[in-house]
C-alpha cells in the first residue's frame, strides 16, 4: 500500500476529508475503496474454503466452494474494472462511507462452534451487501452502478443461504 498505511487507515481518512470537504469523489479515491473490496472478497474466499474444509455436511461443503467460487469472480470483477476512463464524480457527496459497518470484528479460530462461523460468515456477508450498495448509490457511470448493484444481490443471496442454516440449525438447537 502506497505511504506504508494500511488500506483501512486510508479509507477511514477519505472518509474524514469527505465529510470536511462534502464534494464528489475523486478516481484515486473511488480506487481505495475498491482496493478495500478486492481485499475483502479475497478474505472471503479464503474463509469460506477454510470453512468448507471444516463442515462435515456434503451438500453444505458444496455450496461453501460454490460461495467461495462466486466472491473469487467478484475479485476479478473488481480487479477489471477501470475507473479512469469513465468515472467523472458522484452524484451526491459522500457524507458518510460508514467503513466500520463494512468490517467484520470476528476472525475464525480453530476452536470455534459452528454457531459462531455461522455468524461471522452472515456478518461479512451483510458487510459485503452494504459496501456494494452505498457503491451502486455513488457511481454515475451505468454499468459500473449494475456491477456494484450485482454484487450486492449475490451477497444478499449469501447472507440467506447462512441466515437459513441458522435458522435450520442454531435456532432449533437452541
Not at 476472525?107 to 461471522?120: A, F, G, T, V
Not at 444481490?153 to 440467506?160: M, Q, R, S, T, V
Request: charged content about 35%; glycine content about 2%.
Amino acid at each position: 500500500m502506497p505511504n506504508g498505511e494500511p488500506l483501512s487507515n486510508r479509507l477511514l481518512d477519505c472518509k474524514k476529508e469527505f465529510q470536511k470537504r462534502e464534494v464528489g469523489m475523486k478516481i484515486e479515491e473511488l480506487k481505495d475503496i475498491i482496493a478495500f473490496a478486492i481485499e475483502k472478497e479475497q478474505e472471503a474466499v479464503d474463509f469460506y474454503n477454510l470453512l468448507s474444509g471444516r463442515v462435515k455436511v456434503k451438500p453444505i461443503t458444496e455450496e461453501l466452494r460454490k460461495i467461495a467460487a462466486v466472491e473469487e469472480s467478484h475479485r476479478d470483477r473488481l480487479k477489471k474494472m477501470d475507473v479512469s476512463g469513465y468515472f467523472q464524480k458522484v452524484v451526491n457527496p459522500v457524507q458518510n462511507l460508514k467503513i466500520a459497518d463494512y468490517l467484520v470484528d470476528k476472525e475464525p479460530s480453530p476452536d470455534m462452534k459452528w454457531q459462531d462461523l455461522l455468524q461471522i460468515a452472515m456478518r461479512r456477508e451483510l458487510a459485503s451487501m452494504h459496501l456494494y450498495t452505498d457503491l451502486a448509490k455513488l457511481i454515475t457511470d451505468s454499468p459500473s452502478r449494475q456491477l456494484f448493484e450485482n454484487l450486492a444481490a449475490e451477497e444478499g443471496a449469501h447472507k440467506l443461504f447462512f441466515e437459513k442454516l441458522w435458522d435450520e440449525e442454531v435456532l432449533t438447537d437452541n
